[in-house]
């Protein structure tokens, strides 16, 4: 039965509206302001944890050269083939087993560029090459120190100025063991991780170590020597 009487909805229901579209379009501005405003520094602090990642990688392999100086008589280990080969010595054999670290040549990702790639100390997260079916090396070892010899080996204690001789550093190339023309010019801040013989790394800007005119390494600098021997 119907008694005559309505409802009516209180007052704030009957106010309430939808958005207009100057109000949508504000609230839109807003957001890809904020967003634009967050993704940089998201990037900025992806790069920075990329780069202590590779920072410590590097370290890592200090210390891994030194502990096997230690046990073998101050030597250090041997270049190896620069197109990483070897299996019997080698910097990316015998740091390895001095330090137990996972073994380069059982890696599926060093010659299968469909493999993904873990975090591994062999791994720059910044660095996106992949395995070209042979190898695959992030790192790359100075071929000067050794004298350019896959089965040469020098006592540490005779490299002169070891806090500026380059041992490892961020490879751009392909090679195992290479030198001033292989390290990486864009990565960390376009730039690139050294790992000197004293154990410390340090990032360059490329335009510090790289002569773009000549699209050549640097030679000449006092604080990052790639012979240690030349005069």
């Known amino acids: 039965m119907n008694s005559g009487i309505q409802w009516c909805p209180p007052a704030e229901f009957r106010e309430r509206r939808a958005f207009t579209l100057i109000e949508l379009l504000v609230v839109l501005g807003i957001l890809v302001l904020l967003a634009s405003l967050l993704l940089p520094a998201f990037a900025r602090a992806t790069a920075q944890g990329r780069g202590a990642v590779c920072r410590s990688n590097l370290r890592e392999w200090g210390i891994a050269t030194h502990s096997y100086a230690a046990e073998n008589g101050d030597f250090l280990p041997p270049d190896g083939a620069p197109n990483g080969e070897s299996t019997a010595s080698g910097w990316y054999v015998d740091l390895p087993r001095a330090a137990g670290i996972e073994a380069y040549?059982?890696?599926?990702?060093?010659?299968?560029?469909?493999?993904?790639?873990?975090?591994?100390?062999?791994?720059?997260?910044?660095?996106?090459?992949?395995?070209?079916?042979?190898?695959?090396?992030?790192?790359?070892?100075?071929?000067?120190?050794?004298?350019?010899?896959?089965?040469?080996?020098?006592?540490?204690?005779?490299?002169?100025?070891?806090?500026?001789?380059?041992?490892?550093?961020?490879?751009?190339?392909?090679?195992?063991?290479?030198s001033a023309n292989h390290p990486h010019t864009n990565l960390h801040g376009a730039g690139c991780h050294f790992l000197f013989l004293d154990g410390h790394v340090q990032r360059w800007t490329a335009r510090r170590f790289w002569d773009f005119g000549k699209n050549e390494g640097r030679l000449d600098l006092p604080d990052l020597k790639w012979n240690p021997f030349a005069p």
């Open 105 to 178: 040549d059982r890696a599926a990702w060093h010659t299968n560029p469909a493999t993904a790639l873990p975090r591994s100390v062999w791994l720059c997260p910044a660095n996106r090459r992949r395995s070209n079916g042979v190898n695959l090396f992030h790192y790359c070892l100075n071929e000067n120190v050794n004298g350019q010899g896959a089965g040469r080996r020098i006592q540490a204690g005779s490299v002169p100025s070891p806090a500026a001789t380059v041992w490892l550093f961020d490879n751009g190339r392909l090679a195992a063991v290479a």
